[in-house]
């Protein structure tokens, strides 16, 4: 008999409506012929409520304890679904992390999982029940609480699938992956299948769908997520490992990540080590460091310029200001109102033309592009906040995202231009994030 | 060094400047170099809102799951409890029934605690940590999360306490046991010292500081209770095993309990097993029944009567009603707006003239008696409602419960009245509560 896991986030099961809701949900699956294992998170805004209540004793509460404080929100949610199957005349239970042997390092708020001893979840399930297991939350070998960190229920759903063998279903508040965010981009469609890779790229350049270390697991693990609505019975989009097929589609969807400042450092002596020592000191500052830059101005002088949220950037000031002090000659130049679109698909890998018909979109529209970075299936252009939402439509359409999409990218090449913008720009490294 | 094990109840731990105030205590026993455990509850209307939740999903939950749930009220109180003592630079670990190896029965919502392993604890302690362990809840061997029932948390303390052989101390929003209930008897008195048996009388005559079960669990381990005011530094009441020295002091306290009903079954065929076939029939509709007396009548027929809570009046006519319709010439008669007040001492045993006392007060009030019924330290008279509060102050006052505790009972024998009022009246017993 096969078996399904079911994760369902905390807007899924917000009030005991929507709990009923993703219960009858597990029994349709069940009446389909499938063993049922429900990944459950905290209700609604109840993780929000623990850290207000922790707030209210401690500044600065230790991490252990903040864990064990809020493992209890999925503890509710489980045992109130099981409650709801159960009246609902399904047999059901519910577990911990702790009392199904989900195992993580002791590494207090972002604990990776070591092992999960599924023995105990097979018993279950072959006794004819729907199993339902506290996502985000994990145990130390000696039962100390630990919780994964943020997208942790994700890799719990992923975790759990991948040791069961099992088929993976995400439910959230949107029905998929789309090509870009509906809200701004009203002609975005949803994408029917996208690779581990293209989701990482779509989800670090602005798309919230998935949390990247979910991800990253499923990838490691070769687990099909399937992402859906838990409002409709719709498919949504299967997240899987790239084929052959899917390299002919060179851009698979646009992001637009908005409230970032850009950092310039000028006159940065080029000498071994001095980017690491600023990109360390910015880590130790807790500074999110995105979309660096460096070109060469003399043999021995480069700039440097990098991408931090907007939010970062008044501790950026400082710890950059005094690394200028430090430093003879370097100065530090700060930018805000700015935004990144990014367009990601791995059919970059082998066709040309992506970033000059993209570039040309913006031209087009007389948006000035600030900084561009690139990886190896994705490519951001840096430009005003107030030309964001614009930018992504018109990127959007230039690469036909929001029709069918084309399955040959001849017509693509038709177009592309002859110079490449990004001659100048030597990129270092994109996600040099808490290096 | 000694161990004091600290609980605090759900008042005590409801918002977060009691939880620092709490903490506090920790800390001042802790700097009189003692290692402290502290035993915690859920805050404050915590448990009433988990039980509203699970209703909106079911109206009759499954105990296994109701536990799951009900545990999570301890653990967000304990995790707030060690980051609150953190914060003031004690070190701290909280745990988990689980984490800490209570280990009980399966009987949900009420298991019987089996072990504990308190090497865990003694190993924290010894490392200078403040231990705090969730009250109330506790796991079977495979991990299942179980609840102590009402007292539960009390339960806990007694358990720890005892394992560790340390001093037990239980902070409420009361500062000790009374003579009676200061809000009706303004002299009421702080006892200093109780004995575990007077102190059950106590509770289940309408005394409601300590949960009986968490003093028979005190009484069975002699572990001495310290029953204190979490708003004060005074000592509070010690619930010790009965010394010779307390048998001089004839009553120890009065307690009031209103809201009763009084079920009067007459023509009652004395015949064996029908007693027991009524009180079983009653138990099964899960009404509880108390004071039970029978009297002969004629020789082959009896009247039963026993008192039950007003709100299971309705049952309890229903259950009454059949009942009758099947056994012939039996009628059943209902009373309501009683009370019962009572007096409990374990001088009782060895001291005549105390029921004497108790009648004379409440007659020269003018109150009159309904019913009688006593235990070998204790004795009860059932009133009219309206009686109750006057009734609790002239027999408080009748045994000089309110003035300094006269040490010798020699005036209290000159008093003695000749006749005893209890002739008639066959005793059958008083706690057949669930039989």
Redesign the interface.
């Given at each position: 008999m096969s078996i399904v896991v079911m994760k369902f986030g905390g807007t899924s099961v917000a009030?005991?409506e929507k709990?009923?809701a993703a219960a009858r949900r597990a029994i349709r699956a069940r009446k389909a012929g499938k063993q049922v294992v429900m990944v459950i998170s905290a209700m609604g805004k109840t993780t929000d409520r623990?850290i207000e209540?922790?707030h209210?004793?401690?500044?600065?509460?230790?991490k252990?304890?903040?864990d064990?404080?809020l493992?209890?929100g999925e503890?509710?949610t489980?045992?109130?679904m099981?409650?709801?199957l159960?009246?609902m005349g399904v047999p059901a239970?519910?577990f911990?992390a702790?009392?199904v042997g989900l195992v993580t390092d002791d590494v207090h708020t972002k604990a990776r999982i070591k092992h999960i001893n599924v023995e105990r979840i097979r018993r279950e399930l072959d006794a004819g029940k729907v199993v339902i297991v506290a996502g985000f939350q994990g145990v130390t070998e000696d039962?100390?609480?630990t919780t994964l960190g943020r997208g942790g229920s994700n890799v719990t759903l992923v975790a759990i699938a991948a040791s069961l063998g099992a088929e993976c279903e995400n439910y959230t508040d949107v029905d998929g992956v789309y090509t870009a965010d509906p809200r701004i981009v009203p002609n975005a469609r949803k994408i029917g299948r996208i690779s581990y890779d293209e989701m990482l790229e779509l989800s670090s350049l602005g798309a919230s769908v998935l949390h990247n270390r979910a991800v990253e697991f499923a990838k490691k693990y070769n687990v099909p997520i399937h992402v859906r609505g838990s409002g409709s019975n719709r498919k949504g989009t299967l997240i899987v490992a790239e084929t052959q097929d899917m390299e002919r589609i060179v851009v698979s969807g646009a992001a637009l990540k908005t409230d970032l400042a850009v950092i310039t450092l000028r006159n940065v002596p080029d000498r071994p080590g001095l980017a690491a020592r600023i990109f360390h000191t910015l880590a130790a500052a807790k500074i999110v460091v995105d979309d660096i830059i460096q070109t060469e101005i003399t043999p021995k002088l480069a700039t440097v310029s990098f991408t931090v949220d907007l939010v970062d950037l008044p501790d950026a000031r400082k710890v950059c200001q005094q690394l200028c002090s430090k430093t003879r000659g370097m100065t530090a130049e700060f930018e805000q109102d700015l935004a990144k679109v990014s367009v990601a698909g791995v059919g970059m890998r082998v066709h040309t033309g992506v970033a000059e018909r993209m570039f040309a979109a913006l031209a087009r529209a007389g948006i000035n592009i600030r900084n561009i970075t690139t990886s190896e299936i994705a490519i951001s252009c840096i430009i005003a906040q107030e030309d964001g939402p614009k930018a992504l439509r018109v990127v959007h359409d230039a690469f036909g995202l929001g029709r069918k999409r084309a399955r040959s990218t001849k017509s693509t090449r038709k177009k592309t231009a002859k110079r490449r913008n990004t001659a100048k720009t030597t990129k270092v490294t994109k996600r040099a994030r808490k290096s």
């Open positions: 009030d005991a709990i009923r623990l209540l922790a209210q004793v401690s500044d600065n509460p230790p252990r304890e903040m064990q404080l493992a209890t503890q509710v489980i045992s109130l099981a409650m709801a159960e009246k239970i519910s911990t702790g009392q039962g100390t609480v």
